[in-house]
């Protein structure tokens, strides 16, 4: 059975993390697309309240399904044979010898740094486009700066003109491929400076 540590409260939120922006980023897409064209049901006026009341309700819906993944992947994927027993973190992140897929499910706190640094970058485009501010200039730095967070959605694009179920995958893929390239990114930090550590010093010749 799992122990106290694995039922940590912060454990379950650090598992969550990932599985809300699954949610969130398709939701988003639909919310904004939902108020503020006239493409989909309902159609509705613009206004502050119903912004912020379908903002509070995809917050309330990604929760709630991001911390019910969370306990799933906690009793499935924390496994103690995938995981290092001498390890401070025994249990409650990926061991660099467990399958990939484990290592962006339970990522760690510099992982979910850099994870939350990309949703960041993803964020403040969306804020720019949809809103319409900032300057012309800052909009096309933006949406070159996100291009390689929505590769999945690229992919799909041909499916996803006529298919909302494409749409919600290609979002939903996205979140998860940008913790992959978090993950990544931690991992090959990490190579660079196991690198630097071991090299030979150098002689003078």
Known sequence: MPSARHDSPVVLLRLAVI??????????HYLARNLSTERFFPHAEPSIPLYVAGVVSTFAVATAVSLSCAVV?????????????????????AHPDDPFLW???????????????????????????????G???????????????????????????????????????????????????????DATREGSATAPPGEDH
Do not use: N
């Open 103 to 133: 290592r962006v499910l339970l990522p760690d706190w510099r992982t979910l740094r850099a994870y939350l640094g990309f949703v960041g970058v993803v964020a403040l485009w969306a804020v720019v486009r949809i809103g319409g501010i």
């Open 73 to 93: 992947v906690r009793r499935l994927v924390v496994a103690p044979s995938l995981r290092d027993p001498s390890s401070p973190d025994h249990g409650t992140v």
């Open 19 to 28: 599985q809300f922006f699954v949610v969130a980023f398709p939701a988003v």
């Open 135 to 189: 300057p012309e200039p800052l909009v096309t730095l933006l949406a070159f700066a996100v291009v390689p967070f929505g590769v999945p959605l690229l992919f799909l694009a041909p499916l996803a003109i006529g298919s909302h179920v494409a749409v919600v995958v290609g979002y939903a893929a996205s979140a998860i491929w940008t913790a992959a390239l978090a993950r990544l990114l931690v991992e090959a930090t």
